[in-house]
């Protein structure tokens, strides 16, 4: 069984910076791709990056294209999200996430880790 636990989430000021890490146990193997996703409160959840433990494919949501850097650890089998000049519409929670499919839908992720907060203050 694999299981994803994310840590790293916390409260930070426009403009500050935060990491958050996804730590995968398990057998990984059928969760060849790994992305992050968000929800703010009464929004859907929508896509924020993704990567494959090879490295490759790397792929960002257009709102966070150019502050977040996804990257991975395969030693370690963690996956982090790098977010630099966060925004108060940034706030939400996010989760971290595995998929056999080079995608970017939330409903082609079938692994999922129980989520952190992030909230920016203005």
């Known amino acids: 069984q694999v299981q994803l636990i994310e840590s790293g989430g916390g409260l930070v000021q426009a403009g500050g910076s935060l990491r958050l890490s996804c730590a995968a146990s398990?057998?990984?193997?059928?969760?060849?791709?790994m992305g992050w996703f968000r929800q703010a409160p009464g929004k859907e959840r929508e896509f924020v990056a993704r990567?494959?433990?090879?490295?490759?494919?790397?792929y960002y949501a257009d709102s966070v294209k150019g502050r977040f850097t996804i990257s991975r650890d395969s030693v370690r089998n963690t996956v982090y999200l790098q977010m630099n000049s966060l925004k108060p519409e940034d706030t939400a929670v996010y989760y971290c996430a595995g998929s056999s499919v080079i995608a970017v839908d939330v409903n082609d992720f079938g692994l999922w880790g129980q989520g952190t907060q992030v909230t920016v203050s203005s």
């Open positions: 990567i494959r433990w090879s490295g490759g494919n790397i």
């Open positions: 398990g057998r990984t193997i059928f969760a060849s791709v």
